[in-house]
């Protein structure tokens, strides 16, 4: 069983960076791909990035390409999600998600085993 609880959510000004992390407990943490998806009204959640268990093969949504960068320390249990050149429509709550199996496609939601509360991201003008 693995736990994600995700934290570093905030208001930020456009262009701005913020640095969500991902505190995971339970057992087999590097046995599983991490993602990230987030969710605004009426779109549902959107796959955001996704690492694999040794952290070497990142894929990104074509959205955040170039943009974003997700990490994870199997060491620390963590995953994180460091967002830089921040718009408007990042606007979201974004989700922490784990995944026994893994795609270096946009990871499928039916494949997420397990999945955070969700933080609150919010990009002002």
């Known amino acids: 069983q693995v736990r994600l609880v995700e934290s570093g959510g905030g208001l930020v000004q456009t262009g701005g960076s913020l640095t969500l992390s991902c505190a995971t407990s339970?057992?087999?943490?590097?046995?599983?791909?991490l993602a990230w998806f987030r969710q605004v009204p009426g779109m549902g959640r959107q796959f955001v990035a996704s690492i694999n268990w040794s952290g070497s093969s990142p894929t990104y949504s074509d959205s955040v390409m170039g943009r974003f960068a997700i990490s994870r320390d199997n060491a620390r249990s963590m995953v994180f999600l460091l967002m830089n050149a921040l718009k408007p429509e990042d606007t979201a709550v974004y989700f922490c998600?784990?995944?026994?199996?893994?795609?270096?496609?946009?990871?499928?939601?039916?494949?997420?085993?397990?999945w955070g509360q969700g933080t609150q991201v919010t990009v002002s003008e």
């Open positions: 998600a784990a995944s026994p199996r893994y795609t270096n496609a946009p990871l499928p939601d039916s494949w997420v085993q397990y």
């Open positions: 339970g057992r087999s943490f590097s046995a599983h791909a």
